[in-house]
């Protein structure tokens, strides 16, 4: 019996292991791709990318549920050449998450249309026609969807819809530039950086007796430490980072 459950036991803690070492390996990826403009185009070039118009996804109907088709960078060039468009509109799309393999998965909107957008909107029935698809509302679509597309297909039209309320510095009123993965904007005329915003969930002191936990970060002065704090990405789950809050 002793024996059963040291096995049980082990091939537990052998799971929760691989979870976690999944979970740390993919967000070094993703961090790695949101700060290296070239690792980002590089990943484009094996990732696929899930369409939108005007921010609705584009869903297919199998059975009682919904579908969200992915495409190749080949396959969306091709589509963006037969309706006429440059290329050079892909530089819209953003990061929105990867898969074990490190293939990263990339949103763009082909509907969002601005004085300063590089393309004009395409229109939505040729799109729906061509794609074989349907542009629906996510909110209309989310219980009909699977959990891995339901979440990145939310995170992907938070993300989108925040670049396109926020193309512009407040401050000096000039266009500002996104990165190659959507996860900053930055002012040319000022270098003033914008990020997505992100929402505090908790925080929470570790404690063992008279012992507690306490971090700190390389940018915290000599001698402060802090609790834990959780943060929620836009359109993410919650990730912990040190809340500069206790000194030590």
Not at 17 to 22: A, E
Not at 113 to 135: N, Q, R, V
Not at 136 to 159: C, G, M, P
Not at 161 to 187: E, I
Request: proline share 4%; net charge positive.
């Amino acid at each position: 019996m002793s024996l059963y459950c040291g096995m049980a036991c082990r091939r537990k803690f052998f799971w929760c292991y691989r979870l976690l070492s999944t979970y740390v390996t993919k967000t070094r990826y993703l961090f790695e791709l949101k700060e290296d403009d070239d690792a980002c185009k590089k990943a484009q070039q094996t990732g696929a990318f899930y369409l939108f118009h005007s921010l609705a996804p584009l869903l297919q109907t199998s059975a009682h549920q919904y579908l969200a088709p992915r495409h190749s960078l080949l396959e969306l060039e091709r589509l963006l050449g037969k309706f006429g468009q440059d290329a050079q509109r892909i530089e819209d799309s953003v990061l929105i998450g990867c898969s074990e393999q490190q293939e990263a998965w990339f949103a763009l909107d082909l509907g969002l249309d601005s004085s300063f957008s590089i393309s004009a909107s395409l229109h939505k029935p040729e799109m729906e026609t061509e794609l074989k698809g349907s542009f629906i509302e996510l909110r209309k679509a989310l219980f009909q969807l699977n959990a891995r597309d339901a979440s990145l297909l939310s995170t992907a039209q938070a993300l989108l819809r925040w670049h396109d309320a926020h193309q512009f510095c407040s401050r000096s009123g000039q266009p500002t530039k996104k990165n190659v993965a959507g996860s900053k904007r930055v002012c040319p005329s000022n270098n003033i950086i914008y990020y997505p915003q992100m929402a505090p969930v908790v925080i929470t002191l570790v404690s063992d007796g008279t012992r507690c936990l306490l971090a700190r970060q390389s940018s915290f002065p000599k001698g402060m430490y802090s609790a834990l704090a959780g943060f929620c990405d836009i359109g993410k789950e919650d990730r912990v980072s040190p809340c500069c809050l206790d000194q030590s």
